[in-house]
């Protein structure tokens, strides 16, 4: 059996008109609605907020979302470090958020205000656990926050728990003071980072109220 050329033309022609008359009618008829927001990744921010700030409604065409314009606006939450919206057809569009960590704060005024891991201010609010109040030399996003808190992020969740106060005299003297009243010299934040956290810990199990950790090998106390 043979099937003609012209044949064969006009059934092409026709599929790609039936695809974008559904083409046209999916983009233009909210078929595929957003009915549900899945919003991933909060821990400070709850999932209302963020959906809020998304600035998309219920109901509205998923395929027409713009997703980088709802992004945006949910990255102007002061708790967001990154966001990225995606669409999960049929009808979910999902928001994951990847929140700053709050590992130490300072305070001015009497206001704490949280610094994150990567040694930058970013909002003023109450301290979550484990958080440090840094004291001293400290400007947003200079290098002296910069080292005290790779110090800080370098303690175990146990160790840092216990820790006061880090006080910031220069970029080569961080000393720390634990909740009891403790104190613990840090010296400066370098390569032997983790050694210092482990020597902090084992410091932390032995009597003495002042050590210099400084050099991890070489561990020493005042008493």
Request: glycine share 8%; hydrophobic share 45%; charged share 25%.
């Amino acid at each position: 059996m043979r099937v003609s050329t012209k044949l064969i033309a006009g059934i092409s022609a026709v599929v790609v008109v039936v695809a974008l008359i559904i083409a046209v009618v999916v983009w233009t008829v909210p078929i595929l609605k957003v009915r549900h927001f899945q919003v991933e990744g909060t821990q400070q921010l709850d999932a209302a907020q963020v959906e809020e700030a998304a600035g998309v409604a219920e109901g509205e065409n998923l395929l027409r979302v713009d997703a980088g314009k709802a992004a945006s606006g949910v990255a102007g939450l002061e708790w967001v470090d990154s966001v990225t919206v995606s669409r999960d057809f049929p009808s979910t569009l999902t928001i994951n958020v990847e929140e700053h960590k709050a590992v130490a704060f300072v305070k001015r005024d009497n206001k704490p205000f949280l610094i994150d891991d990567k040694g930058e201010e970013f909002t003023s609010a109450e301290p979550p656990a484990g958080a440090v109040e840094v004291t001293g030399s400290v400007d947003s996003g200079s290098r002296q926050t910069q080292d005290a808190v790779r110090a800080i992020a370098a303690l175990s969740d146990d160790v840092r728990n216990q820790v006061g106060t880090l006080d910031v005299a220069d970029e080569y003297s961080l000393i720390f003071t634990t909740k009891d009243g403790r104190r613990v010299f840090w010296g400066a934040s370098d390569s032997n980072d983790d050694d210092k956290a482990r020597a902090f810990a084992t410091v932390l199990k032995m009597e003495g109220r002042e050590w210099n950790i400084s050099n991890p090998e070489l561990v020493t106390t005042r008493g």
